[in-house]
């Protein structure tokens, strides 16, 4: 009888034990997923906002005849394929990510175009008219000069491309959002670790992105 | 004794087993980043809002960038052929998180280190015909389907 009880008391505490260090283990993964508290009462906000369907979209199919125009799809789509391998672009699920060189864009302190420019732009305006969804363009510098006037060297920049792929591959210029984001986001030091100039981190900053959508 | 012992290791083993798998509602790998997983962990509803978690896991040996935008992500009454986007703020921006920009209502953009993890939340509304499950779309993984509701 004794001897029942106390493997009884075993149970209940080993199992109280693992029990409790499980919850642990548990509570620190929750703790990674913070929701903060006014969430809620925006998301209330946000349903009423929406109206009686929620802001659903019914799930219609269409089906689509296609008569005699695969090989020109074909041939189009391995055209954008070798423009994107060209400019490096970087593919995700949902966009193309180019980064084109400053230096090959533009002259020293300019937002004019250069001529040379012209080729790898006119690949850029391939890409982009082969899908219908937003792009946006976004003007980086390096770190020399103020900030400010960085800030407003990348807006020109960005603009001085939209505006270009408006006029020479006839872009709506409604699909393009441009930012200038200045020397704000290097990918490179501008300068080295004992505070002299870095010209090749700098050349790496000076640069412009181009974020295509897929959908 | 036998039968107390028997008791013991009956009730240990049925414990364990779900304390151990609890909290994972379903997992899917990526399409595209390798090694990385992503686990439904918790589906709660409250004021016909669904509150969706998940924790990405990177289980390859290389470092991953993992990116999507939250306006990307949806799910879909497979019963009523509808389909519903996270929630949206009155300055445009998704109910949903962390969010590494606030460009166009939010991305998720993170890097996780091979065996690390990384969790983010997203608030959709209750699908309006209160399905019994629904199949969930993030961006870069395969979709969560048939996920019970109630």
Redesign the interface.
């Known amino acids: 009888m004794r001897v029942k009880t106390i493997l009884c008391l075993l149970t209940i505490s080993t199992l109280l034990f693992w029990s409790s260090t499980f919850s642990c283990l548990n509570a620190l993964d929750e703790e990674e997923i913070t929701i903060p508290p006014e969430a809620h009462q925006k998301a209330i906000e946000a349903l009423k906002a929406l109206g009686p369907e929620r802001g659903s979209l019914k799930l219609t199919y269409k089906v689509l005849t296609i008569e005699g125009i695969t090989k020109g799809l074909t041939a189009r789509s391995e055209n954008i394929q070798a423009a994107l391998k060209d400019l490096g672009a970087e593919e995700t699920e949902t966009d193309y990510r180019i980064e084109l060189p400053g230096d090959i864009i533009f002259d020293f302190d300019k937002w004019d175009i250069r001529e040379d420019a012209e080729k790898t732009l006119t690949k850029v305006g391939e890409v982009i008219s082969a899908y219908e969804h937003p792009v946006i363009i976004i003007g980086h510098t390096d770190s020399k000069g103020s900030e400010s006037y960085n800030l407003e060297l990348s807006k020109k920049r960005a603009e001085s491309v939209k505006q270009w792929l408006i006029d020479q591959a006839g872009i709506d210029s409604k699909r393009i959002e441009t930012i200038g984001r200045g020397e704000n986001e290097p990918v490179a030091p501008n300068t080295n670790p004992d505070g002299s100039d870095n010209p090749e981190g700098r050349q790496k900053n000076r640069r412009v992105e181009i974020i295509i959508r897929k959908k | ?1 036998k039968s ?2 028997s ?2 290791f009956g ?2 083993a049925l ?2 087993g779900f ?2 798998a ?2 994972v509602i379903q997992t899917q790998e990526s ?2 980043w390798g090694g990385v997983e992503a686990d439904l ?1 918790k589906i709660s509803t ?4 669904l ?1 969706l ?3 990405i896991r990177n289980t390859g040996n290389d470092s991953q960038r993992v ?3 939250f306006k ?1 992500c949806y799910i ?2 497979p019963t009523n ?5 996270p ?4 300055e445009g921006q998704y ?1 949903a ?1 962390p969010k590494e920009k606030d ?2 209502g939010g991305r998720y953009k993170f890097r996780i280190d091979s065996g690390s ?5 997203v ?1 959709f ?4 015909e209160n399905p019994e499950e629904i199949d969930i779309h993030i ?2 993984f395969f979709p969560f389907e048939e996920v019970p509701l109630n």
């Open positions: 004794m107390a012992l008791v013991f009730i240990a414990l364990l304390l151990t609890a909290d399409d595209i962990t409250r004021n016909d809002i509150t978690r998940f924790k990116e999507f935008y990307d879909i009454d052929q509808k389909k519903y986007f929630l949206k703020d009155s109910i998180g460009w166009e993890s990384s969790g983010f939340w608030k509304p209750v699908p309006t961006p870069g």
